[in-house]
Nanobody, 115 residues
Framework: QVCLVESGGGLVQPGGSLRLSCAASGSIFSFNVVGWYRQAPGKERELVATIARDGVINYADSVKGRFGISRDSAVNTVYLQMTSLKPEDTAVYYC?????????WGQGTQVTVAS
């Protein structure tokens, strides 16, 4: 059983920063890929950023240069550092992991960007 627990969401003004954390119940290196997706009201869930076991990172075009994904294997945690936040970044952010053909999701954390 894999458990992913997100934290760090909240309300921030445009231009501000937040850091999301995703704590995994096991070694993050047991997963092929870990990362973040988000879902805004009325929209489909979309990829934000992922990091593969070998360290290859992938970002959505909409967040390149503003968001950074990282991991700390000592505490089995994946981070999403978000800077220069925009109102259109408002969404529920979900931690995601994939192990072979199995997908795992966290419960989500709300990020709201508003003045």
């Amino acid at each position: 059983q894999v458990c992913l627990v997100e934290s760090g969401g909240g309300l921030v003004q445009p231009g501000g920063s937040l850091r999301l954390s995703c704590a995994a119940s096991g070694s993050i290196f047991s997963f092929n890929v870990v990362g973040w997706y988000r879902q805004a009201p009325g929209k489909e869930r979309e990829l934000v950023a992922t990091i593969a076991r070998d360290g290859v990172i992938n970002y959505a075009d909409s967040v390149k240069g503003r968001f950074g994904i990282s991991r700390d294997s000592a505490v089995n945690t994946v981070y999403l550092q978000m800077t220069s936040l925009k109102p259109e970044d408002t969404a529920v952010y979900y931690c995601y992991s994939r192990r072979s053909d199995e997908l795992y999701w966290g419960q989500g954390t709300q990020v709201t960007v508003a003045s």
